[in-house]
Structure formats: C-alpha cells, structure tokens
C-alpha cells in the first residue's frame, strides 16, 4: 500500500508564491521519480516537473524558471517551490511517484492565483 499526502496548496496572489509537499509512505521501494502534474478546468492533467533520484529534473517550458521540483530523500517527502505565480497557474495539483509503467497518485491540492 502507498500512500501520498500533499499539503501547502491555497489562494495566493498573482506575482506570489507557494510550496508544496508530498509526503510518501508505505511499499514505496524501487518508485525513484517524482513529479508534479495539475489539472486546470477543461484540460487534461499535464506534467509540471518531475525528479530521479540521481536528481535529475524535468520542467514543463511554462514553469521554467519559477517552479523548482526538490526531494528529501530522508523524509520520503518531495516539493514544488513555485514562485512569480501567474493566473494560468492556476489547477489542482497531484503529486506523483513512478516505477516502470506503475505510479501512484496523491490526492491533489487546488491552488489558486488571483489576479
């Protein structure tokens, strides 16, 4: 059984930022990637950032340069830092882990970006 919790979603500003968490618990050996996917009204779930294990990170090109995907390996908890947060931004975010073709979701966090 996996389990992963996300936290730190919310309302913030546009130019704002916020830090999400994904805590990972359970058989969890061998899922080495971690990523973040969001899904805004209407669209289809895409990838945001995604992390190995050697650290070696991926962005979606709209989130470069202001999101950064990170791990606490110790912890089994991995974050998004997103910062110059833009109305776009705005979906429910899932956190997610990966091994071969079998992954895990968590239970997404809306965040939401005024303008």
């Known amino acids: 059984q996996v389990q992963l919790v996300e936290s730190g979603g919310g309302l913030v500003q546009s130019g704002g930022s916020l830090r999400l968490s994904c805590a990972a618990s359970?058989?969890?050996?061998?899922?080495?990637?971690r990523g973040w996917y969001r899904q805004a009204p209407g669209k289809q779930r895409e990838l945001v950032a995604r992390?190995?294990?050697?650290?070696?990170?991926t962005y979606a090109d709209s989130v470069k340069g202001r999101f950064t995907i990170s791990r606490d390996n110790a912890k089994n908890t991995f974050y998004l830092q997103m910062n110059s947060l833009k109305p776009e931004d705005t979906a429910v975010y899932y956190c997610?882990?990966?091994?071969?073709?079998?992954?895990?979701w968590g239970q997404g966090t809306q965040v939401t970006v005024s303008s």
């Open positions: 359970g058989s969890i050996l061998g899922f080495n990637t």
């Open positions: 992390i190995t294990s050697s650290g070696s990170a």
């Open positions: 997610n882990i990966m091994r071969y073709s079998t992954d895990y």
